[in-house]
């Protein structure tokens, strides 16, 4: 498990929206937990202060093999960021104007932009549509979670209208969610 979390850590470059397929990876990989499970941890863990990365991997860890499990996978999500972080730190201020470098910084840019892309895609797969209803009764009504839909597009509208703290929308969204589930 550590080993697993460790390599999430070391190539998911971006924070944790950028974990995300490789976390759906290791759960499809080993069946730790459930893709719903997985679809559930994000949405807590956006909304909960700490990195959403250690989090998922926390909640892996202990759905897993309880604590020691979480201690586990949490660690070695974190391992390859505390060694590149001490390495760069040593060496930043001699190499940070360099042009390899620079390079560098400019071409992972685009590649987190991609991980994070991919993520928003799957989760809405997940969530807004819904291929496993479609696959079974084959009507296109049911391949959108119209509930879903509605909200991602008010929530969308909102924060393009309004210059508000990502915590309005994350609590408004929680509110209108548990008003739909009844």
């Known amino acids: 498990m550590f080993l697993e979390f460790f390599k999430v850590g070391l190539f998911a470059l971006g924070g944790g929206l950028a974990a995300l397929p490789f976390l759906q990876d290791l759960i499809i990989k080993y069946g730790w937990i459930s893709s719903e499970e997985l679809l559930n941890m994000i949405a807590v863990s956006e909304s909960t202060p700490g990195a959403i990365g250690i989090n998922t991997a926390t909640f892996i ?86 509930k879903a839909f509605i909200l991602f597009i008010i929530i969308f509208a909102a924060i393009r209208k309004f210059n508000r703290h990502p915590i309005i929308y994350i609590i408004s969204a929680a509110l209108i969610g548990i008003i739909f589930k009844y």
């Open 61 to 146: 860890g202990y759905n897993t093999a309880l604590i020691p499990g979480s201690i586990t996978a949490t660690a070695g999500l974190a391992a390859p960021s505390i060694i590149i972080i001490v390495i760069i730190a040593h060496y930043f201020k001699r190499f940070n104007k360099h042009p390899l470098v620079e390079s560098a910084f400019t071409g992972i840019r685009p590649a987190v932009a991609g991980l994070i892309a991919s993520a928003a895609f799957e989760l809405s797969k997940g969530e807004i549509f819904n291929e496993l209803n479609f696959n079974m009764n084959e009507n296109i009504l049911q391949l959108i979670n119209l």
